[in-house]
């Protein structure tokens, strides 16, 4: 079997699961708030997607599940459709990156054809691996704000705590109308791939110490406390890491479970972070769509 699903027009996709879908749903839905909630005199908008992939996904679930259309946009596509549709938009960058180097080049060959029918958007495209890809984001950041962060790793090993932190710490800069200087840190949506570390949380704890940015020394006990309290190693994790992302944001994370085709397990958990009090309460106020109940449409 080819690594990707191909179609008549030559359009590679991922081959992924139908839960992939809901977590992307609830991307598009995100993204949906800024396009519809930001109008009067926006601030210039730039999205970054670090682990963009071919831009396109196929689930092969979906006839057996009736569940829909097999095929739909990924996070990358649907960061170019905001650009595209938000007043002030300006500039999308795309991290796709694989091993191995033809699999890296038809997934940015791939990007491209889909990037052409966008007008307004300035796109970037770097095949780099993360820790490059980043510091190479860093150097296209916008003095302005906001700018708005996927972070969707392919695995729980991709994305150590490091790099969320370093991408945390970058600040954006304006003026306003009264002459004020304001900062903002990036807005960021994390997947955190909860079933993976699950599954090496006493066997390969290194994993979870890297996706935690903490020792052994120092989860273990935070830990063991929140077993106590939930009986449940899931809920453990998300405390743990939304403990992490406040410290980061000074505002606790949203945060959105995503669960399987059967709804029968917690797969990962989708984190959305801001340091704005409005973002904040936008978020929580318009909230995501419910996931469990989400058709294609």
């Known amino acids: 079997m080819e690594d990707f699903y191909r179609d008549n027009e030559g359009l590679i996709y991922d081959r992924v699961k139908w839960h992939t879908r809901k977590k992307h749903a609830s991307i598009e839905s995100y993204l949906n708030i800024l396009v519809e909630n930001v109008r009067n005199h926006p601030p210039t908008l730039d999205i970054f997607d670090l682990f963009a992939s071919t831009g396109l996904c196929y689930c092969e679930e979906s006839a057996r599940y009736k569940l829909g259309e097999p095929m739909w946009k990924g996070s990358a596509i649907l960061a170019a459709e905001c650009l595209e549709h938000y007043s002030n938009g300006q500039k999308l960058f795309l991290n796709t990156y694989h091993p191995k180097p033809t699999i890296c080049e038809a997934q940015k060959v791939n990007l491209k054809r889909l990037l052409g029918k966008y007008s307004k958007i300035k796109p970037t495209i770097t095949t780099l691996a993360i820790e490059a890809a980043i510091d190479e984001a860093r150097t296209q950041l916008s003095p302005t704000y906001p700018s ?96 992490k992302l406040t410290k980061l944001y000074d505002k606790p994370p949203i945060i959105v479970e995503i669960n399987t085709t059967e709804e029968a397990a917690i797969v990962y958990c989708l984190f959305l972070c801001t340091d704005s009090n409005a973002g904040h309460y936008l978020m929580k106020l318009k909230g995501l769509k419910d996931y469990t109940t989400w058709e294609y449409s």
Do not use: C
């Open 148 to 243: 708005f962060w996927i972070l969707d790793p392919y695995s729980s090993s991709d994305l150590p705590w490091e790099f969320v932190e370093k991408i945390g710490n970058f600040r954006g800069q304006w003026k306003t109308q009264t002459g004020q200087i304001r900062t903002r840190k990036p807005e960021m949506i994390i997947t955190l791939m909860t079933y993976g570390l699950q599954m090496n949380i006493d066997i390969n704890t290194h994993i979870v110490s890297h996706a935690l940015g903490m020792d052994e020394s120092e989860w273990r006990p935070k830990y063991n406390v929140l077993m106590e309290k939930y009986h449940n190693t899931r809920k453990a994790l998300i405390d743990l890491y939304a403990e």
